[in-house]
């Protein structure tokens, strides 16, 4: 079944047990999971076409954009290069779940628009897709 952006939310989690939500959420980038290609190519490959088979995985990066406040731009940065656990939660209630920090973080102020902020995050580890029932 499709499924719409609206009610998606994203979920840090530091210290407490309970997951922090971050609020005024316009767009959630989730994880680009990528495996790097390792060339096995011989020089009496068949025909001359390049083989290969798969290396590691990386999981890559997620990214957020929220609406400005200070309050909300204070609280997030004060997470960059903190190592977190991330949440981001569907609306049909199915979830991405990953460990990893904020490496990039900025403001972009358009003369017809609302301020935002964009957040990257570099995963670590391995991501945990869980459909919802």
Known sequence: MVDKGYGAKFFW??????????????????????????DTSVMQSTDQWRTFISGWKDGGEAGITVQY????????????AVENFFTIEFSDDSEWDFKGYIKGFGDEIDIDGVVSTTLTIKLTGVPTFTPSA
């Open 69 to 80: 406040t200070k309050a909300n731009t204070a609280l997030l940065f004060a997470q960059v």
């Open 13 to 38: 989690k530091v210290t407490s047990p309970a997951d922090t939500a971050v609020l005024l959420v316009t767009a959630i980038t989730p994880p680009g999971i990528d495996v790097e290609d390792i």
